[in-house]
């Protein structure tokens, strides 16, 4: 490359650098750092050590109130949880409630299942019907007469006559 | 005793609690609005994560030039940039907690201006403002000479500009950040998450694609 050349390229690489500095040749307005000195100054601090403490301490709180309502026994005949849905489709009549208590089964000690029964248990019905039982009398059938089947004739089959193959040449 | 924040030196911290006892103890000194200029980087890094916004809004007087041009670069629109420069700067607040020191404030919040511009880049909104021509963005100079040369050398310009303009974006980001002049290479390896080598191949690769399509359009010398 001679001497003359490199001047040139030296001149474009100028060229291209100064332009190249100029497309990003530009200042901030004041609007940028205004605008972020208003969105910080409303937040207050960014990170706080003791805001992170709190938070933690409030979640263990919440956690251990969580675990303690749902370990907490039955008390007043009534279940700490909700009933499960299943609890609906018991049968009206249970044979178990029904049932004269045992031996050494005291009144206390009923009590609490037959408040729980008086809840999952339908109205009893049976007690003061309003309608009159229907009464269904059976119906009475006729057999229906079939007439016997007449004799069949039998089919006679003749036995079918059979030649002998007949070579040609013998 | 407060706790040390993590990846920070004792020094540091050390430093940062005599400078805001300092500050604390004694009211002729403590304002440090005229003072506040001497304080490192480093040290308004911790005072702001204590919250305190005047540290932070001195961190921004002091990175927002290198930031706004960091995202000029690569969208090329003057609100853009800005917008995004503000989101950066709002976002390294939020994020302080989590600044672990291993690198300056500025290499970090150059990194993360650049991550949010690049995004907003392949967003729609940035593919559409691209259509803009970059030169109604900046203008370059033009020196000032006798009429022909004048309008001849305006003309070789606009021709530089539609040069850099039709580079790949890869080739174009490191031309223009390197020669912003804001930042050294090493920076703007750490920006772009390349190795220095590939940063120097790239400037170089897109000063000689500039020439190669000068050259293209009758610039016989450009090659």
């Not at chain 2, 033009?142 to 530089?160: E, F, I, R, S, Y």
């Not at chain 2, 790949?168 to 750490?190: C, F, H, M, N, V």
Request: aromatic share 6%; proline share 7%.
């Amino acid at each position: 490359m001679s001497m003359r050349d490199e001047r040139h390229d030296d001149a474009f690489d100028e060229l291209i650098g100064s332009v190249a500095k100029a497309l990003t040749a530009s200042e901030p307005t004041r609007a940028l750092r205004s605008g972020v000195r208003e969105r910080i100054g409303r937040r207050g601090p960014a990170w706080s050590p003791t805001a992170a403490w709190a938070f933690a301490a409030a979640t263990v709180l919440a956690v251990v109130f969580a675990g303690w309502n749902f370990m907490r026994p039955v008390e007043d005949g009534r279940p700490a949880r909700p009933a499960p849905a299943r609890a609906t489709s018991v049968p009206p009549r249970q044979p178990a409630l029904e049932t004269t208590p045992s031996i050494g089964q005291t009144a206390e000690s009923r009590a609490p299942q037959e408040g729980l029964a008086a809840a999952v248990a339908p109205p009893m019905e049976e007690e003061s019907p309003l309608i009159p039982p229907i009464t269904i009398e059976p119906l009475s059938t006729t057999r229906i007469a079939v007439n016997e089947s007449s004799e069949v004739m039998p089919i006679e089959i003749e036995p079918l006559q059979i030649e002998p193959l007949q070579l040609s040449g013998q | 005793m407060a706790a040390k924040p993590e990846g920070v030196g004792w020094e540091l911290v050390i430093g940062s609690w005599e400078f805001a006892a300092r500050c604390a103890t004694d009211p002729t000194t403590a304002p440090a609005r005229g003072s506040i200029e001497r304080v490192t980087d480093e040290e308004l890094v911790l005072l702001a994560r204590q919250g305190d916004p005047d540290a932070f809004d001195q961190l921004v007087a002091r990175h927002q030039t290198a930031v706004y041009r960091a995202a000029l670069a690569a969208l090329r629109v003057r609100e853009d940039a800005e917008e995004v420069a503000q989101d950066a700067f709002i976002r390294a607040w939020k994020a302080l907690g989590r600044f672990r020191g291993d690198s300056s404030f500025r290499t970090w919040i150059l990194r993360i201006v650049w991550n949010r511009a690049i995004s907003h880049r392949r967003g729609l909104a940035g593919w559409l403002r691209r259509a803009t021509p970059i030169a109604d963005v900046a203008e370059p100079a033009t020196k000032a000479g006798d009429g022909h040369t004048g309008v001849h050398n305006a003309q070789l310009q606009a021709h530089v500009v539609s040069a850099i303009q039709a580079l790949t974006p890869k080739l174009r980001d490191a031309l223009l950040l390197a020669q912003s002049g804001e930042y050294q290479y090493d920076e703007i390896a750490q920006m772009l998450s390349i190795p220095l080598g590939t940063v120097k191949w790239r400037i170089s690769e897109a000063r000689r694609k500039v020439r190669e399509r000068l050259a293209a359009l009758g610039y016989v010398d450009a090659r």
